[in-house]
């Protein structure tokens, strides 16, 4: 079973940058296809991006493509989410969440995922 700790969330105002971590670990640490999620308050979970561990593919819901950047460390065992040009509606807690890559699922489906972190807190000011 895999563990996720993501941190640096944070109050920003508006334009600001902020960069997120996820680290992983676990007993017999397989590969492993990485996504972060958002949820802002009263609203349901979203999809923000994701990232293919072996090929490093990745993917961008459209409201945050320009703007975010999804990358790995693979020695890390970590993956990070580098946030630009930041508005208040990207405010939300936001988690990182893992799948066993040899499924090969569709990481903008939320159901996928097998494993997630305990979330971080992003607030944007204007």
């Known amino acids: 079973q895999v563990q996720l700790v993501e941190s640096g969330g944070g109050l920003v105002q508006a334009g600001e940058s902020l960069r997120l971590s996820c680290a992983f670990s676990g007993r017999g640490l397989s590969s492993y296809d990485m996504g972060w999620i958002r949820q802002a308050p009263g609203k349901e979970r979203e999809f923000v991006a994701a990232?293919?561990?072996?090929?490093?593919?990745?993917y961008y819901a459209d409201s945050v493509k320009g703007r975010f950047t999804i990358s790995k460390d693979r020695l890390k065992n970590t993956v990070y989410l580098q946030m630009n040009s930041l508005k208040p509606e990207d405010t939300a807690v936001y988690y990182c969440a893992a799948e066993p890559d040899y499924k090969y699922s569709d990481l903008r489906v939320l159901d996928v995922y097998d494993a997630w972190g305990q979330g971080t807190q992003v607030t944007v000011s204007s």
């Open positions: 990232i293919r561990w072996r090929t490093s593919t990745t």
